[in-house]
């Protein structure tokens, strides 16, 4: 198996909803790739659409990085709705 | 439980003040219910113990297709074979999920399946009792499963988030295993001969024992217990979960019409639970040293299909390099 390539899967469970990352599979190319993550994604119904893509090809952010990545986010209050707060006679916005 | 004895390589639990750091900030983690993932710092410890806990699952899994396969040939009617081939095909499922999510922790697949084939690591001591006979399927499916899916259940929770996925996976399919199993002995009790019914019985009689052994050692027996459950990849005791099994599993016994194979077995008012009579660890231990009735062919059966693959394995491999080659050649 080690010799198959890694596979990561996404599935679309609905139509109009995103892609999911489900899980992975080992394949010898992407067409094997795409029914083996058919055969074990969505034996029930689970999905209308898979993705499978090479997990070499997925460059990932890290752990470490978190800080710098995201914190940047948190002292941005303004940019959520409930920081403004309006007068109760101007209804919902 | 489809994971028994798990080392951990732990004597006893280090308290914060005894830990690096970096083993304090996880286990605050891990005390804080966040799920660890792939990528997170971990320590060996837990790594090598999840990595022998989700694979010894894992071959669980697709051991234990072995004693269903031996009755697809044999069910006795074309909808009881495609309920059957549709779980065996579930469990092979759930054991590749559980591959992926040890493969996450930098686990060799190739590797951990030859240390099956060699008897280096283990797989649930209930796949090494042989189906004899077609009530077998409903009491696997009744009492193996049941007995799976109250430690799945729990596993759900477990701190390291892969593993907690697939098992969320699992579990949204177990049930389907359960209720078959449990309808295929309702029909043989409600509609079977005196004969069927006695094999039905007869069934319960040889699987009642080694369900409730899959559950592991008792806790004063289970040295791992403690390290495992500060990690959060076990979540309950061994006697807890064992105790919530049978609890669930007397009234539906009942209900059937059958009888365990346990003269200790009765309700406590007192304490709100079932006593149930001492289990005989000899055989459990015997069973999983690979001393059961079934151990050598299910591990030989297994080994020969991998062997046996392998042309295949090698000319998909080959068929796919030819394959780019030619896009290659055409671009």
């Not at chain 1, 969505?42 to 499978?52: A, F, H, L, M, N």
């Amino acid at each position: 198996m080690a010799d198959w390539p890694l596979y990561e899967v996404f599935v679309r469970s609905k139509h109009g909803l995103n892609h999911k990352h489900v899980g992975s599979v080992h394949a010898a190319d992407a067409e094997m790739a795409m029914e083996n993550a058919r055969d074990l994604y969505t034996r029930r119904s689970e999905g209308v659409s898979i993705w499978v893509v090479p997990s070499s090809a997925i460059t990932a952010s890290s752990p470490d990085e978190k800080e710098i990545l995201f914190d940047p986010s948190d002292d941005k209050v303004y940019r959520h709705a409930s920081f403004y707060k309006l007068p109760d006679e101007v209804g919902h916005m | 439980m489809y994971a028994q004895l798990v080392e951990t390589g732990a004597k006893r639990v280090k308290s914060l003040e005894e830990m690096s750091p970096e083993e304090r900030e996880f286990q605050l983690k891990i005390d804080a219910e966040t799920k660890i993932e792939a990528k997170n710092w971990m320590p060996e410890g837990y790594r090598k113990t999840l990595v022998r806990q989700i694979s010894q699952h894992a071959h669980s899994e697709v051991v234990g297709m072995l004693p269903e396969g031996n009755w697809i040939t044999r069910a006795p009617t074309l909808k009881r074979k495609l309920q059957l081939m549709a779980k065996i095909q579930d469990e092979a499922g759930h054991g590749l999920y559980l591959y992926s999510a040890m493969e996450t922790l930098g686990a060799d697949r190739d590797e951990e399946i030859d240390k099956l084939h060699e008897g280096k690591v283990k797989y649930s001591s209930i796949f090494n009792y042989p189906t004899l006979s077609w009530a077998d399927m409903g009491t696997v499916g009744w009492l193996v499963d049941g007995a799976a899916i109250v430690n799945q259940v729990v596993l759900q929770r477990t701190s390291y988030g892969p593993y907690s996925r697939a098992m969320i996976r699992i579990c949204k399919e177990e049930s389907f295993h359960q209720r078959q199993g449990y309808q295929i002995l309702l029909d043989l009790m409600r509609e079977g001969t005196e004969e069927q019914k006695q094999m039905v019985q007869d069934s319960i009689n040889r699987f009642w024992w080694p369900s409730l052994m899959m559950f592991g050692p008792s806790d004063d027996q289970s040295p791992n217990s403690q390290q495992s459950m500060a990690w959060k990849i076990k979540r309950k005791s061994n006697d807890e979960l064992r105790q919530m099994f049978i609890d669930q599993t007397v009234p539906q016994l009942e209900f059937l019409g059958c009888t365990a194979p346990d003269p200790d077995l009765k309700w406590n008012e007192e304490r709100g639970h079932y006593d149930f009579g001492e289990i005989d660890w000899q055989e459990f231990y015997d069973v999983l040293k690979g001393n059961g009735p079934c151990n050598k062919e299910r591990v030989e059966t297994r080994k020969n299909a991998i062997d046996g693959g392998a042309w295949v394995r090698e000319a998909a491999k080959a068929y796919a390099e030819k394959q780019q080659q030619k896009q290659q050649n055409a671009a």
